[in-house]
């Protein structure tokens, strides 16, 4: 009987993370890099694979340049050990050595001190759950499955297999990064890419850790220093309405971190906040690039099921998921930054 296109994409899928398997059991050396300013499923991949492959006998090396968000940097600390820091790592990829890239949709993300090296290097995988088609890219193995909820998630059909092979049981610390993973990705399991599969995946890491798991959750999300607290407050006092209430956007201001007493640093968890403002359909937060070229600003963009904002992202050389998605926009202000933005919300309103 012919496959249906679902079926053949779901073969082409379990061929792809199979050849991943094979991937990694054919390499000692491990170098794993994961897009700049990385959040929870980035992390958790990251921790995840980097314990997996110690736990083959592998060498795995982390390169992370700096993590910024403090709700993050937790799930960072079981991996310390094999975690490079920096912009000049001690250790780079040679010719035999292998180039993992994880939740990174496009080897453009990584952190602009490693772009040379992952280009250079002479064997390159990806893993994540973001479409990309700009990629310039050649990847040795590509395991890229738009329908999960979080790389993560994708992962535990690579990394339970390989650890088979070399009979490793991954334990309580590789299921909890892979459990952080999804459970931030999917916004506690609320966002509409959740769905049965990742339930059901969410449920057997679980089953693994065999504890509780719900602090890992009040600290992802509740936990804030007052300073945080304050620049949220900022944030929404400067929160600009657009058509009827549909539209929703916030340009990030310096005088909005001496406001709130505190410093630059990373503000996603702003964003989420603006879908929560009684009807909002599309919300997006402005903000000054942290490296790079004056003129680059970073837009991060929300909305509900019935628009695309990834499609919007796209347009800027972004991308994502169809309701939670960026990219930069390059202007002479955050003003003119504002008035793009302004007019891609609108446009998609009209359209």
């Not at 993050?72 to 993992?100: H, N, Q, W």
């Not at 952080?180 to 693994?208: E, N, V």
Request: glycine share 8%.
């Amino acid at each position: 009987m012919k496959k249906t296109e679902n079926e053949e994409v779901r073969a082409a899928l379990a061929e792809a993370k199979s050849r991943a398997v094979e991937l990694l059991s054919a390499h000692e050396n491990i170098f794993i890099l994961t897009h700049r300013n990385p959040d929870g499923d980035a992390i958790g991949a990251v921790a995840a694979t980097v314990l997996t492959l110690a736990g083959c006998g592998k060498k795995p090396v982390a390169l992370i340049n700096e993590i910024k968000s403090e709700e993050t940097r937790f799930m960072a600390e079981c991996i310390a050990d094999y975690t490079l820091y920096g912009e000049s790592p001690e250790r780079l990829p040679g010719k035999d050595d292998l180039v993992l890239l994880l939740d990174c949709a496009n080897s453009e993300r990584v952190d602009r001190c490693f772009a040379d090296l992952v280009k250079s290097a002479a064997c390159v995988a990806k893993v994540d759950h973001h479409q990309d088609s700009c990629d310039a890219l050649q990847y040795v193995v590509d395991v890229t499955d738009p329908g999960a909820a979080a790389a993560c998630e994708v992962l535990c059909d690579i990394l339970f297999p390989l650890a088979a092979k070399y009979g490793f049981t991954p334990g309580r610390d590789v299921a909890t990064a892979l459990y952080g993973g999804i459970m931030t990705d999917s916004g506690r399991f609320t966002y509409s890419c959740t769905t049965g599969d990742t339930m059901r995946t969410a449920g057997a890491l679980l089953d693994i850790i065999d504890g509780d798991v719900s602090w890992m959750s009040k600290r992802y999300y509740d936990l804030k220093p007052l300073t945080s607290l304050r620049l949220l407050g900022v944030a929404l006092l400067n929160t600009q309405i657009f058509a009827d209430g549909r539209v929703a956007l916030l340009a990030i201001r310096d005088d909005f971190y001496s406001q709130a007493g505190g410093k630059p640093g990373d503000v996603g968890y702003v964003i989420p906040q603006l879908m929560n403002i009684e009807g909002v359909k599309i919300s997006a937060v402005i903000k000054p690039a942290e490296e790079g070229d004056d003129r680059e600003f970073r837009v991060s963009m929300r909305s509900t099921e019935e628009y695309d904002v990834a499609a919007l992202c796209r347009t800027l050389g972004g991308g994502g998921h169809k309701c939670a998605a960026g990219a930069a926009v390059y202007a002479d202000s955050i003003d003119g930054a504002f008035e793009t933005v302004k007019g891609l919300c609108l446009g998609a309103l009209r359209d």
